[in-house]
């Protein structure tokens, strides 16, 4: 009986954690969205400089919150968006739109398919 008992518990603590992991993920890919939308616009109204400090803002937050992230995520994954950040602030830097915008595009992409991978599907849990 004890076993059981066991077992029940183990699932009830991996439900739990995968809950968190899932509404941590979900309410981040939100805020990371919205920031790359709000800079899209910065950059597509040629204002490079608020685009920039957006996406530095941005950029921070995802290295703060990567950390935990990688804890169920696969670390290329995580490393991708990272550069893609990175590629954006250099390219908000040079004013250049079109690579900027692309860029993020890709980031979102990224950001999504983060959030993709927790949500609880047979395929995901399979």
């Given at each position: 009986m004890k076993r059981a008992w066991i077992a029940l518990g183990l699932?009830?603590?991996?439900?739990?954690?995968?809950?968190?992991?899932?509404?941590?993920?979900?309410?981040?890919?939100?805020?990371?969205?919205?920031?790359?939308?709000?800079?899209?616009?910065?950059?597509?109204?040629?204002?490079?400089?608020?685009?920039?400090?957006?996406?530095?803002?941005?950029?921070?937050?995802?290295?703060?919150?990567?950390?935990?992230?990688?804890i169920f995520s696969f670390h290329s994954e995580i490393d991708a968006v990272d550069y893609d950040l990175a590629a954006m602030k250099r390219f908000a830097q040079t004013g250049n739109t079109a690579d900027y915008l692309a860029t993020s595009a890709q980031a979102k992409r990224r950001i999504l398919s983060l959030y993709e991978l927790r949500t609880p599907k047979i395929g995901n849990i399979l």
């Open positions: 699932i009830a603590a991996s439900l739990i954690v995968g809950g968190i992991d899932y509404i941590y993920t979900a309410t981040a890919t939100k805020i990371y969205t919205e920031m790359l939308s709000e800079a899209d616009e910065h950059m597509e109204k040629n204002e490079a400089y608020e685009a920039q400090s957006l996406t530095e803002r941005l950029d921070h937050r995802f290295n703060e919150d990567k950390r935990i992230m990688q």
